[in-house]
């Protein structure tokens, strides 16, 4: 639609850490943020639920396709990323590529 034909991905790092003090009705407790880079994202005590990774990444790879179909290539620039639906290539490497027409 806006004429990309190379996307970065940036801060996905497909990882999550239940730091909790319980569960309620399928929602979680927080016990403070763990999973964000901000310190006071999510509040102690808190109610929240859980991301469903597993359909995020059946939805990533649907997203994967489909770019590939549109002529778009995604990278994945993420250092560490555990996310896979997408080919790895570091930050640097990818700014460094030479995108013109």
Not at 18 to 37: M, P, S, Y
Not at 92 to 97: I, P
Request: charged letters at 30%; hydrophobic letters at 40%; glycine letters at 8%.
């Amino acid at each position: 639609f806006m004429g990309a034909r190379e996307i970065a991905l940036i801060g996905v790092d497909f990882s999550f850490k239940t730091d909790t003090e319980g569960t309620k009705d399928g929602e979680l407790i927080g016990a403070g943020a763990v999973n964000h880079f901000l310190k006071d994202y999510r509040k102690a005590g808190e109610r929240w639920n859980p991301p469903l990774l597993e359909r995020q990444e059946i939805a990533f790879a649907l997203a994967e396709r489909e770019a590939a179909r549109l002529g778009v290539k995604i990278w994945n620039c993420t250092p560490g990323s555990k996310l896979d639906a997408f080919e790895h290539l570091p930050l640097e490497d990818f700014m460094a590529r030479d995108r013109r027409v």
